[in-house]
């Protein structure tokens, strides 16, 4: 069974910076992607980062510039460095993985941002919270 387990969230004033970490076990594909989404009160989940074991990565343009999607396959980890934070980056932060051939994988490849839909596995998720 897959497991994805988010940490690193917190509390920081604008302009700071955090850096997620996202743990996977139970995973037996060779290859994947993974993903960081976002889900502020009130509003839909939304997309962040995606990366693939071939490093190809997309960005919602809301974080460009500001936020990088790392991997260490060493450790099954996933990472999402965010600097720069603004308060309209408050939210609960998912990770999200699925196997080569997904909606996900092939919404990569093709330079999209894949979607809440097209993830099969999800964690439970960490709070972002950036004070003005």
């Known amino acids: 069974q897959v497991q994805l387990v988010e940490s690193g969230g917190g509390s920081v004033q604008s302009g700071g910076s955090l850096k997620l970490s996202c743990t996977i076990s139970?995973?037996?594909?060779?290859?994947?992607?993974l993903g960081w989404f976002r889900q502020a009160p009130g509003e839909e989940r939304e997309g962040v980062a995606a990366i693939d074991n071939d490093a190809r990565t997309t960005y919602a343009d809301s974080v460009k510039g500001r936020f990088t999607i790392s991997q260490d396959n060493a450790r099954k980890t996933l990472y999402l460095q965010m600097n720069s934070l603004k308060p309209e980056d408050t939210a609960m932060y998912y990770c999200?993985?699925?196997?080569?051939?997904?909606?996900?994988?092939?919404?990569?490849?093709?330079?999209?941002?894949?979607?809440?839909?097209?993830?099969?596995?999800w964690g439970q998720g960490t709070q972002v919270t950036v004070s003005s």
């Open positions: 139970g995973y037996t594909y060779s290859s994947y992607v």
């Open positions: 999200a993985a699925d196997s080569p051939g997904s909606p996900a994988s092939l919404l990569l490849r093709a330079g999209r941002l894949p979607l809440e839909p097209d993830f099969n596995y």
